[in-house]
């Protein structure tokens, strides 16, 4: 199915002439770093259903994944209640569906065997992994295991189902890993029970890499880390960092932080024993280290990356460890030397990133599973009944706005060109000031 009220190069033509900019793009999993910060500028700081709403587009299903956005193309997927699995484009500046494409079915169990196959949480279904833009292509993965590239017309490229050819998921609650698109190859993640108390062949967590143009099989690596059941599911996606002149893929999961070369797949250096359970809060970094939380609303951690060589890091690299108001789902935010954190139950906290001292220690309300972005010296905070508290990203709290939309939202925002597009379970919103 689909269908284009516009061609998109025509779109392009037209937006470089009109009086939208195109900004920077937000091609990942929270943006093109991975992080979460926007560099963008004229960001707004209020809306309501009344204010500062540019556009608004109706979805034709839900989901957890994250708008994407190149150029003037934004890009999301749904799933609808009839288990319809859709890939979705808008303009990103007016709102105009370009394309709808059905890329397949899927159920979604509610309740499974213990430990023998994935069942789904009631929060998200097969549409948590974010797309992933990189120039013409679009990389789209399921929880069903369905991993697919289309072009910006809408033909499909080439698509693989990693559950037929890697085994059937066992993670506990869904698969919900998003891909990412480094050096010409698409790049996935699956960190599962291995089952090994329950068959003498365990499961398999791994990563692996698919040519983005041909979708040949590039890599496949094997990522055992030995934590024992639910401890061994993690929903986390890839950071990718360049360091020591080559691609960094920075994953955490499993009670291990490990770090592995894009082009080869080889395991770089790796960092065991952070135990916790189930991790769904991703990594972030700055310069000078990487942020993480162990599973379970464990620890939230700091690592030296001037004391990660190669191997097994010394547990000396954990310059600091902090246990209090720690995030189960949302991913940390790093900005000013301020490390940004929310807990599910809505209290947000600010640590000095060098030493992880409590700076300021904050109840937001409300519940969240959206990570926090931040852009212009602010981070946003989205809970998930549609109300973003907006801080200033400074060792002083201070909460500069409260902005309300009727509507449930549980995934992170993006940031582009000024906008910030919160996806909802219903609509799809682009924030701008007025023109």
């Known amino acids: 199915m689909n269908y284009r009220p516009f061609g998109l190069a025509l779109l392009l033509i037209f937006a470089a002439t009109t009086d939208f900019a195109v900004g920077d793009d937000w091609s990942n999993w929270r943006g093109d770093r991975g992080d979460g910060v926007s560099l963008e500028t ?36 749904s799933q609808d209640d009839e288990g319809r699995l859709f890939l979705q ?54 929880g069903n295991g369905i991993l697919a590239v289309y072009d910006f017309e809408g033909n499909e490229k080439w698509r693989r189902d990693l559950q037929e050819e890697y085994g059937a998921y066992t993670i506990w609650w869904g698969h919900a ?73 920075i994953v ?42 162990r599973g379970m609303r464990g620890p939230t951690l700091a690592v030296a990356l001037d004391e990660i060589k190669t191997g097994r890091v010394p547990d000396s690299a954990i310059v ?26 809505g209290i947000a906290v600010c640590r000095d990133a060098a030493t992880g001292e409590l700076v300021w220690k904050e109840r937001l309300g409300g519940k969240f599973k959206a990570s926090p972005v931040a852009a212009e010296n602010r981070v946003y905070f989205l809970n998930t009944d549609g109300l973003c508290s907006v801080v200033a990203a400074e060792r002083q709290f201070q909460k500069l706005a409260e902005n ?5 939202t549980i995934a992170s925002p993006a ?6 597009y919160i996806r909802g379970r219903k609509h799809l919103y682009c924030i701008g000031k007025a023109s």
């Not at 089952?195 to 967590?205: N, W």
């Not at 309300?404 to 449930?408: G, M």
């Not at 940031?415 to 910030?420: E, L």
Request: proline share 7%; glycine share 8%; aromatic share 8%.
């Open 42 to 77: 004229d960001v707004p700081v209020t809306w309501s259903d009344a204010e500062n709403i540019r556009w608004k587009a109706e979805l034709p299903g839900w989901g957890g994944s994250t708008p994407v956005i190149q150029d003037a193309g934004l890009i999301i997927t």
């Open 89 to 142: 484009l808008f303009d990103k500046n007016y709102g105009s569906p370009l394309r709808k494409i059905e890329v397949g079915s899927g159920d979604v169990p509610r309740e499974a065997p213990k430990r023998l196959r994935q069942k789904f949480h009631n929060l998200h279904n097969l549409a948590s992994p974010s797309p992933a833009v990189h120039h013409k292509w679009i990389a789209v993965h399921f």
């Open 177 to 249: 890993n998003s891909p990412v698109i480094v050096d010409g190859k698409v790049i996935s993640v699956c960190m599962q029970d291995s089952l090994a108390d329950l068959d003498q062949q365990p499961v398999e967590s791994y990563l692996v890499a698919h040519d983005l143009q041909t979708g040949k099989l590039v890599w496949k690596t094997k990522r055992m880390t030995g934590a024992p059941a639910e401890q061994a599911d993690a929903y986390t996606t890839p950071l990718v960092r360049q360091r020591n002149g080559r691609t960094e893929l």
């Open 252 to 293: 955490m999961g499993g009670n291990q932080l490990d770090a592995y070369d894009a082009k080869t797949g080889q395991q770089i250096w790796f960092l065991p024993g952070l135990e916790g359970g189930r991790t769904v809060t991703g990594p972030t970094s700055d310069d000078q280290r990487i942020y993480c939380t």
């Open 320 to 345: 600091w460890e902090e246990a209090q108001s720690t995030p189960d789902s949302p991913s940390p935010v790093v900005l000013n030397g301020l490390l940004f954190t929310v807990t599910d139950d």
């Open 404 to 408: 309300k939309l009727d509507d449930e």
């Open 415 to 420: 940031i582009s060109d000024g906008c910030i």
